[in-house]
């Protein structure tokens, strides 16, 4: 009997890592999917199309060279300020470089990116914090430099 209930045990613990592993491969390959649409969405000079993927919040936080920025409105602002034309946005590439669980419905990311303009290329790396709001994984804050 002991050793049924054992290879019960282990049946259940190994059946809830899958699913839990299947889990963490579903998320991180969304959260590839929305930097996937900000990507294009940049290189196609749609900075509110690329800003769907923030939380439209407030609480939204950008840090960057300049200092703190508050709030969704702030930041796409911000984004508008500091590329105003398609010389400015260019084309956008990103190189992810990790993508950590912290929490049920959050995640990190680690990555560089590349912008390739006619105003001369921008560099620099992010680190991004995803969280899932109401079924969708949105940027809760970004730190760029």
Avoid at 11 to 18: D, G, L, P, Q, Y
Avoid at 68 to 83: C, F, H, M, P, S
């Amino acid at each position: 009997m002991k050793k049924i209930l054992l290879l019960f045990l282990l049946c259940t613990v190994s059946f809830n890592i899958a699913i839990a592993q299947n889990d963490d491969e579903k998320n991180i390959k969304d959260i590839q999917a929305v930097l996937k649409s900000q990507r294009i969405a940049w290189s196609k000079d749609n900075i509110e199309k690329y800003m769907e993927g923030y939380w439209k919040s407030d609480s939204l936080v950008f840090y960057g060279s300049n200092g703190i920025v508050q709030g969704w409105d702030n930041t796409l602002e911000r984004y508008k300020k500091a590329y105003p034309t398609k010389e400015h946005t260019g084309k956008l590439n990103f190189r992810i470089n990790a993508v950590t669980k912290i929490a049920e419905d959050a995640y990190y990311v680690l990555g560089e990116y590349h912008i390739k303009r006619e105003v001369g290329n921008a560099d620099g790396n992010f680190m991004l914090v995803f969280k899932k709001i109401k079924g969708e994984w949105k940027i809760i804050a970004d730190m760029s430099t």
